[in-house]
């Protein structure tokens, strides 16, 4: 038994080497490419051979640009207005087929821009945008990160950039959690170079997305980093601003309708949301727990009480500790921010990028460049994406959200071992 065990940790062990994932990388970006280059040939304002349609979740912020360039931009929010231009772009979506917008009002600018191209022409713009933005994020994190070794940045950044949150979810699918990651990879630089102002600045942008939030600010209202919470105040008030300019009060307060419309729907009995889409713990409950309200809530309850005790006193640690460490800080809580939400899809964890290279790095730092249980966590983190969705419609459990939970927990003990002491 002993020897066949040895065998299959050699056999596996032997595929996390960098060539062979590089080789498979390679291949996954080349069946995207293939595909892709598929749908926008065979797809005429219907569903793509591959069954969703062209741009998928795109057409959400297509619409919102259209309607904020042919009628009163307040009516970005307006479901009923969305669906009937959402079905006319797409006249075989069944008529119950409503994808609104809810993303914060200061977010629609970019996609007016684009809605004043042909929806083809714009999906494809974005996509050249989103790679732009995930790259741009990347290179940062680079320039900041720097331990790593050449070879293994390469076989990350391949890595990174077939991760199917990004590729598949993002690219193909049209959704916008690039922009997130972008912004929150120069919170990083900056706040590692000692840019605290600027750097709350920059994270002020991912409120297009306050769900985003949720662990973030606590955690630097707890450690008292007043020059990233000033940045952070005067680019909101700057976001804010710009808001008002570009939907006016009423809709500012259309906006907060649908997030109070969003909250009820994601924490209610009932849920309109696909929650197999969904990692954070209250949709993994939800689906776990069926239709039972009392047996969802007693794991979210349990799943809170087990893990934000553990997360104050890491951030009430925070101050004590050397710079690689407070790095450890802000990878910690990322990832929680993934898991321990209301609502969170699963495009939005490529986020879990920036985690994954801040302890990359502070791995690297120490010496211990290939801890074998890092690596099997990172293997999890990577394949389970490609399967997690059907698997979760079918059994009703969303494996993504606990290999996010013990990536969590690995990072928290990460942040709690000495320096002399090695990391398996």
Sequence with gaps: ??????????????????????????????????????????????????????????????????????????????????????????????????????????????????????????????????????????????????????????????????????????????????????????????????????????????????????????????????????????????????SLFAVGWQGCHNYLKMLLLFLHTSTGAESALRSWKYVDINSFSRLLAGGGIWGRWAIVLMAAAAMLPLLFRVWTRAGRERENKQSLVWAITIAWTLVLNVYLAIYDTILIVTSVLIATDHLARKGVQHASGFRYLLALLYLIPLVTQPLARWSGIQLYTPALTAFGFYLVTLLGKGEHQPVR
């Excluded at 892709?36 to 959400?60: C, M, N």
């Excluded at 360039?69 to 006319?88: A, C, F, K, M, W």
């Design 1 to 242: 038994m002993n020897s066949f065990r040895l065998k299959l940790l050699d056999a596996v062990n032997q595929r996390l080497k960098g060539p062979y994932l590089r080789s498979v990388c390679c291949m996954i970006l080349a069946a995207f490419l293939i595909s892709q280059t598929i749908s926008f040939a065979t797809t005429d304002r219907g569903p793509t051979v591959f069954g969703p349609y062209l741009g998928a979740d795109f057409a959400v912020f297509y619409v919102a640009g259209s309607i904020f360039n042919s009628y009163q931009p307040e009516n970005i929010y307006d479901v009923d207005l969305h669906t009937r231009l959402y079905q006319g772009l797409f006249p075989r979506v069944p008529p119950e087929g409503k994808l609104p917008y809810a993303n914060a009002p200061f977010f629609v600018l970019p996609f007016a821009l684009l809605a004043q191209l042909p929806y083809r022409w714009a999906y494809l713009l974005w996509m050249v945008i989103s790679c732009g933005l995930y790259f741009g994020g990347l290179k940062v994190l680079r320039g900041t990160f720097d331990a790593l070794p050449a070879d293994d940045w390469r076989t990350a950044l391949f890595l990174a950039l077939s991760f199917a949150p990004f590729l598949f979810e993002g690219v193909a699918g049209g959704q916008v959690s690039v922009f997130g990651f972008f912004w929150l990879a120069l919170t990083l630089s900056l706040e590692r170079r000692g840019r605290s102002f600027a750097a709350g600045g920059a994270l002020a942008f991912l409120a297009y997305k306050p769900t985003l939030l949720v662990l973030i600010l606590p955690m630097l209202i707890i450690r008292r980093r007043r020059n990233l919470l000033c940045g952070f105040s005067i680019g909101m008030t700057g976001l804010a601003l710009l």
